[in-house]
T-cell receptor, first 114, second 113 residues
């Protein structure tokens, strides 16, 4: 049973560029949440997708956007990259239907901005 | 919004000792409290969780306790082993599957042989 998978594992960009990160949820999960984890900190919620719509959003600017596809996979897009966007980006999947389930995380994408 | 405080930030124990990590939360509507273990280069892995209608939950060497009145919950690891060394995060949310998780800043646990 495959868990949450994210790609790429590492990415290096320069300021002003844009980036797309990808996530495939755990089998049977229909909800995808994205988190940003700065070095030495706990993950911070960015937004959550369910039924291909953004359902909840944390305190992040609209340079951060996302998408969910019919197969439940998801993308996180960040435009106009800043040095402060350097972080580990984590995807978590869960299931809303059929009873509540905990959120399971992937291993993340390490994004470095030069 | 929710705010989660976690202590201590680092914890060093000898193999076989017990380790306790404590968290407090601010939102009285929070009713789901998971604990995650994060090893170097990996994502957080759920190790145990508790809902507000339960005061304590155990799974082998790991236990979590919850005091809703005081708004705090704790992780207890008994008979620690070197492979328990990792960063541990507590979190709180209003529902488990689709509510946002608010995390503490983490505790680095080091278990020495």
């Amino acid at each position: 049973d495959a868990g949450v998978t994210q790609s790429p594992t590492h990415l290096i960009k320069t300021r002003g560029q844009q980036v797309t990160l990808r996530c495939s949820p755990k089998s049977g999960h229909d909800t995808v949440s994205w988190y940003q984890q700065a070095l030495g900190q706990g993950p911070q919620f960015i937004f959550q997708y369910y039924e291909e719509e953004e359902r909840q959003r944390g305190n992040f600017p609209d340079r951060f956007s996302g998408h969910q596809f019919p197969n439940y996979s998801s993308e996180l897009n960040v435009n106009a990259l800043l040095l402060g966007d350097s972080a580990l980006y984590l995807c978590a999947s869960s299931r809303r239907t059929g009873g509540e389930q905990p959120q399971h995380f992937g291993d993340g994408t390490r994004l470095s901005i030069l | 919004g929710e705010n989660v405080e976690q202590h201590p930030s680092t914890l060093s124990v000898q193999e076989g000792d017990s380790a306790v990590i404590k968290c407090t939360y601010s939102d009285s509507a929070s009713n789901y409290f998971p604990w995650y273990k994060q090893e170097l280069g990996k994502g957080p892995q759920l190790i145990i969780d508790i809902r507000s209608n339960v005061g304590e939950k155990k799974d082998q060497r790991i236990a979590v306790t919850l005091n809703k009145t005081a708004k705090h919950f704790s992780l207890h690891i008994t008979e620690t082993q070197p492979e328990d060394s990792a960063v541990y995060f507590c979190a709180a949310s209003r529902r488990s599957g689709y509510s946002t998780l608010t995390f503490g800043k983490g505790t680095m646990l080091l278990v020495s042989p």
